[in-house]
């Protein structure tokens, strides 16, 4: 396994179960370039803070995450959001909105909260209005997720909703990002119902229970079952040290600070991994839950896919923690926090009041709040001191609710190279690729964000599927490889 994320570490993980049940002996390795397993998940403490340097949680309607947790004994560390901060504000024209109810995904399933809404003017909702009774697209071809939203609910839904809640999964522009790779279902529904207000409205934007590891925990705490993001007592890295946990009694063996530096096909159908650290592996197969483009690095010389993964584009995110004593605070945090459209031209793109949405991370006497920097066609700020980035970040938040307080301290954590940016046909091209790879590198697979799926369950179902198809090529070759003399046809056992 190349790659000690979570892609990576829930391949292993059911790589190794999947080998146990069928009897098979399997040695596994995990490299890992950092010195750290996990990745972009990433949990500080700090004092009684909780600090997620990554994302702050995970979509609790996927199933593949839970069926995960379930199976790692994590249920019961399982916390939801806080109840009385469940909906945010959109920020439009420098003043705070509450996000109407009844939205999904940026689509409104609910009538009157939509036209009570100051988010929206009234030629705006007319315009999404029409979506029941627009034709569907003729054309079966992928088109841009922003095309699409437009066509469907107009201009205004699309810029001032739907980018500034979508641009917090991707950091892209909407208008470049591909349908069907991120939002499939909403395809779906306007083929199936012909209007995605009438389709999200019956569930039909509701996961597949079909989909690769789909099952569910038997039983959910009720505050669980009603939180639409969840986490971890102890933060997202717990899914990362319970997994680092179970891979090394199971015997996998694991290599951190010291990444994949080549790969390279042996005449005998082997590959030989070379790490930075000058050692060398000999593998059957190999699992690259890498980035696209360390994915391209890697196998330059050896598949023309590597063409293929250097067009995928990577947008690099920051996030800001800030903490106040509480009675400090000039101001009350009510809801979640906001969002920040692209029109509005802040350096901020979103605030969560992380203590407000999560009652684990901060003492009660204090309040912490995360600010994001970043999205697509936005990095100057890269380039910027952290100093700095505090600073502007600051400077937003004052303006934007008049939080003027003195924070105890900031933190800011880069994420560089963090979210691909999925054009439009890249589930085409990842089909090419895949094949292409299947043709010149058989038993050299892919999985991962850069790939299919930026969430944390998308990646735990990619690494699950990745796992099953290794395992098949292993087992195809070892069932290739047995000897003539133990044919039972040429050589009857003797008696």
Not at 111 to 139: E, H
Not at 241 to 249: A, D, S
Not at 336 to 364: D, M, N, Q, Y
Request: charged share 25%.
């Amino acid at each position: 396994m190349l790659g000690g994320g979570i892609s990576g570490l829930a391949a292993a993980f059911y790589l190794k179960r999947q080998a146990a049940e069928r009897g098979l002996p399997l040695e596994i390795t995990v490299v890992e370039a950092q010195d750290r397993l996990g990745g972009r998940l990433h949990t500080e403490r700090r004092g009684a803070f909780l600090i997620e340097k990554g994302p702050d949680s995970f979509i609790a309607r996927k199933p593949a995450i839970l069926r995960l947790t379930e199976e790692l004994g994590l249920t019961a560390e399982l916390v939801p959001t806080n109840p009385d901060a469940k909906t945010s504000y959109i920020l439009h024209k420098g003043r705070m909105h509450p996000m109407p109810m009844g939205f999904i995904l940026g689509i409104p399933t609910k009538l009157s909260p939509f036209i009570r809404t100051g988010l929206i003017s009234p030629l705006g909702k007319l315009r999404a209005a029409l979506d029941l009774v627009l034709p569907k697209r003729q054309d079966e071809g992928d088109e841009a997720l922003g095309q699409f939203i437009e066509r469907r609910l107009g201009r205004e839904v699309l810029e001032r909703i739907t980018e500034p809640l979508l641009a917090g999964i991707y950091a892209g522009d909407t208008r470049s990002l591909s349908l069907e790779a991120t939002f499939p279902q909403f395809k779906e529904m306007e083929r199936r119902e012909g209007s995605l207000i009438k389709g999200m409205a019956r569930g039909s934007g509701r996961t597949k229970t079909n989909a690769p590891g789909a099952a569910v925990p038997r039983k959910l705490p009720a505050a669980v079952q009603r939180s639409m993001f969840l986490s971890y007592k102890g933060g997202l890295s717990a899914l990362i040290e319970r997994l680092e946990t179970r891979l090394q009694g199971t015997g996998v063996r694991i290599i951190t600070g010291s990444g994949a530096s080549a790969l390279s096909r042996r005449t005998d159908g082997k590959y030989d991994v070379a790490l930075g650290s000058g050692e060398r592996l000999i593998a059957d197969g190999v699992l690259c839950a890498v980035p696209a483009f360390e994915a391209a690095r890697l196998l330059e010389g050896e598949s023309p896919a590597a063409a293929r993964l250097r067009g995928i584009d990577y947008v690099s995110v920051a996030n800001i923690a800030l903490a106040y004593r509480t009675s400090d605070l000039n101001i009350v945090f009510e809801r979640s926090g906001f969002l920040v459209p692209r029109k509005e031209g802040r350096l901020i793109t979103a605030c969560t009041w992380s203590s407000t949405k999560w009652k684990h991370v901060a003492p009660e006497d204090r309040t912490l709040l995360r600010t994001y920097i970043g999205r697509s066609g936005s990095q100057e700020w890269t380039s910027m001191s952290d100093e700095a980035l505090i600073e502007a970040a600051r400077r937003d938040l004052r303006e934007l609710t008049g939080l003027d307080a003195e924070p105890e301290w900031a933190e800011v954590s880069r994420c560089l190279s963090a979210m691909p940016q999925y054009p439009v046909g890249h589930a085409g091209t990842m089909a090419e690729v895949r094949s292409e790879l299947a043709d010149r590198l058989p038993g050299v697979l892919l999985c991962g964000a850069g790939y299919g799926g930026v969430g944390i369950p998308d990646c735990i179902a990619g690494g699950l599927e990745a796992s099953e198809k290794l395992l098949a090529k292993l087992t195809e070759r070892s069932v290739a490889e047995i000897p003539e003399a133990v044919d039972p046809a040429r050589h009857p056992p003797n008696r």
